[in-house]
């Protein structure tokens, strides 16, 4: 796909590139007096002034990463009076909105909803997304992030990690994930290369395809994003075999965490946050960035995410930068390894 894009000059690509790869985040270099464009607003105008900020959401109304953007939206305009307005700019594997928040203006009234897609998205379009994550959007705050889980149907003979692994060594086990690329068909790949188990991939458009083939025995086993799956759990349609957080769910307390089942190394966080065009000046992106945190500290707010498969995460700007920057380096080796493409 092609898509228009501002070009930044030479010189402030080798600055962006040079401190991008000591983790440092496109708010810190503002601070230290790089990344200004044109752009940015300009110097002490108020902020926010009686206009909209645009949360640009990159996927379908009433997906994942919507539903947890407009409780964050809810939150800060309850909270800080601001008018904070959802636009779903689905597409190009969410790179169209990403794309269009790159080429927004830097003054803080842009802000786009971003996740692990994003982070592998990366490695998986390289030089065809119409942006560069680390370099043309600024990290804001993290929210929050969900599991993926393994799931087989209820009526299945594997019925722990420990089945699917012993499975894995006889046949070729057909697995469903989301499609191409998405969180759940890269923990898929992150499986295969820790345990060497056969699995031929079946990638679906979108998560809940993939779980009705499964509850019709379709497929053997779905790696799924959690929040999708879950009600098939509770319901027993589905057995849930393993989730790839640290520590076991609230919803789910006797479903083991993958370091219990003996794999530490399949933690995947299907994370969520918030980013801006390069070039924000410092004092917005931390005035944002300390509304959110201050949200998502409240318990009201955390249940509310929970209930929704989401486990809150708050990161302040710098943190999440960092965290950012280490996930698409995690994710660009595992990518590249298992030769996972899109096209």
Excluded: C
């Excluded at 897609?117 to 998986?124: C, E, G, P, Q």
């Amino acid at each position: 796909m092609s898509h228009s894009h501002t070009p930044i000059d030479a010189h402030r690509r080798r600055v962006l590139a040079a401190f991008g790869a000591a983790g440092l985040s496109a708010a810190g270099l503002s601070a230290a007096g790089f990344g200004h464009d044109a752009r940015a607003a300009p110097a002490g105008a108020a902020w926010p002034a009686d206009r909209p900020i645009n949360y640009v959401v990159p996927f379908p109304a009433g997906g994942l990463t919507d539903v947890a953007a407009r409780q964050v939206a809810k939150a800060l305009s309850d909270a800080e009076k601001w008018n904070v307005v959802i636009e779903n700019k689905p597409g190009g594997n969410a790179n169209i909105g990403a794309a269009f928040v790159s080429r927004a203006p830097a003054d803080g009234y842009t802000w786009l909803a971003m996740t692990l897609s994003h982070a592998a998205n990366a490695t998986l379009f390289e030089g065809r997304a119409g942006y560069e994550l680390l370099k043309d959007l600024t990290p804001i705050a993290g929210l929050a992030s969900s599991p993926i889980m393994v799931v087989v149907s209820s009526k299945s003979p594997i019925k722990s990690m420990q089945d699917l692994a012993e499975a894995a060594k006889t046949k070729a086990l057909s697995t469903g994930s989301s499609g191409n690329g998405t969180p759940p068909h890269l923990t898929m790949a992150l499986y295969q290369r820790i345990t060497g188990a056969k699995l031929m991939h079946v990638p679906y458009k979108g998560g809940t395809p993939s779980l009705t083939d499964l509850i019709g025995g379709h497929v053997d086993v779905v790696f799924s994003n959690y929040p999708e799956s879950l009600a098939f759990v509770k319901s027993g349609e589905l057995r849930a075999l393993a989730v790839t957080t640290k520590t076991r769910t609230k919803e789910l307390p006797d479903v083991p965490t993958v370091a219990e089942v003996g794999l530490p190394d399949l933690v995947v966080e299907n994370f969520t946050g918030v980013m801006g065009p390069a070039g924000m000046p410092p004092a917005i992106v931390t005035r944002v960035s300390q509304a959110i945190v201050a949200q998502l500290s409240k318990p009201a707010m955390a249940q509310s995410l929970m209930q929704l498969g989401f486990m809150p995460q708050p990161r302040d700007a710098q943190a999440f930068g960092t965290y950012l920057s280490g996930e698409v380096t995690r994710w660009r080796g595992i990518i590249k390894e298992a030769n996972i493409t899109t096209s």
